[in-house]
């Protein structure tokens, strides 16, 4: 039994698909075969009506070695608005897209046409005309649908054919066929650049921090985000008081055992900030000999510790609103002796 056909909504194609920039190719008009040809076929049909009301259109995608449709739009208007309004030298989703300008779809007399579809052009025809797509083949299947369509629809027609070697490829990026599952060589291959790539961003860091100054021990961090309150990493400055997260074992894993033994909350400040192939490093001051490395890609809001105002800033601010109080209260005893003398001396 030939397979059932793909029948889809020209609506969707219209809306889902992007039209390709590349002309369609020419029809062969030799039966020499090209050394690589696309997978598929896109057969194209337009039928006038020449005498009778109805006409219309359809466009089949079909797979070369099997024969199998996997895409069809069939369109059949009654009464048919439109005389050789639809050129199928289009490229295929063009023509497919101004079915419905050939009038109203008729769909009891559409389904009638495209069950004989299925016995006009079978899947061992599909898969011949696929080897072999020369204009005198077209011909052939040109007419052969032509007379299978007059003679259930006791219509009259005038008939134009062309068919589009369509790839895999482009029938993915039209939502018409699913990407196909990656073979385990393609999984060992990308498998092995994600550990390469991993390897190099280490090499990179490893060498990034064998060039730092600092003699002590180096533990990565990361970082503690506040949208809310926090402050941008590209703000922050040497002094600021930000909050992280420890991570590994060794160093890393004795830091975090002493912080939950004093019950500390990791926060730290920032000693010093550098910024190197679109990263930016920030270290924290942790003791003496360890430091904690944060390596940041985006700008991110980090959590920071609101900093008491100094003892010393304190008591000034105190002074000066001691001084500002008695000197207005000074100014207003004087004022009032004047106003005293003035009127009663």
């Not at 005038?158 to 939502?175: F, G, I, Q």
């Not at 991993?198 to 990565?220: D, P, V, Y």
């Not at 990493?233 to 909050?243: K, L, N, R």
Request: some cysteine.
């Amino acid at each position: 039994m030939p397979d059932p056909l793909a029948i889809t909504d020209v609506r969707d194609i219209a809306a889902e698909t992007a039209v390709s920039e590349n002309p369609p190719a020419p029809v062969q008009e030799n039966s020499e075969q090209p050394a690589e040809r696309p997978a598929y076929l896109a057969l194209k049909f337009t039928f006038v009506p020449s005498r009778g009301d109805m006409g219309g259109a359809f466009c089949t995608i079909f797979e070369g070695s099997t024969g199998k449709t996997i895409f069809q739009v069939f369109w059949l208007a009654k009464p048919y608005a439109g005389k050789m309004l639809n050129e199928p030298s289009k490229e295929w989703r063009k023509f497919v897209k101004r079915f419905p300008q050939m009038g109203p779809l008729d769909k009891t007399w559409g389904d009638r046409l495209q069950m004989q579809l299925r016995e006009l052009l079978p899947a061992d025809d599909r898969r011949k005309l696929f080897e072999n797509y020369t204009r005198p083949r077209l011909r052939q299947v040109e007419s052969q649908i032509r007379r299978g369509f007059e003679q259930i629809s006791q219509c009259v027609f005038s008939a134009a054919t062309d068919a589009e070697p369509v790839s895999r490829h482009e029938l993915e990026r039209a939502k018409v066929l699913k990407p196909l599952n990656p073979t385990p060589q393609q999984l060992e291959e990308a498998e092995a650049a994600a550990k390469e790539k991993e390897r190099e961003e280490k090499e990179k860091e490893r060498a990034f921090l064998n060039g730092s100054q600092f003699e002590g021990t180096i533990i990565k961090c990361s970082p503690h985000v506040d949208p809310v309150k926090g402050k941008a990493s590209s703000e922050i400055a040497p002094g600021d008081i930000i909050e992280v997260g420890i991570e590994g074992e060794g160093t890393s894993a004795l830091v975090r055992k002493f912080l939950e033994e004093n019950d500390q909350q990791p926060l730290f400040p920032v000693e010093e900030i550098e910024k190197r192939d679109g990263k930016t490093y920030i270290y924290v001051r942790i003791s003496d000999e360890i430091r904690g490395l944060l390596t940041l890609n985006k700008d991110l809001m980090l959590r920071i510790k609101e900093q008491p105002v100094p003892v010393s800033q304190s008591i000034g601010l105190a002074a000066l609103e001691d001084i500002l109080f008695f000197g207005i209260l000074g100014a207003a005893l004087v004022g009032l002796i004047f106003v005293i003398r003035y009127f009663f001396i």
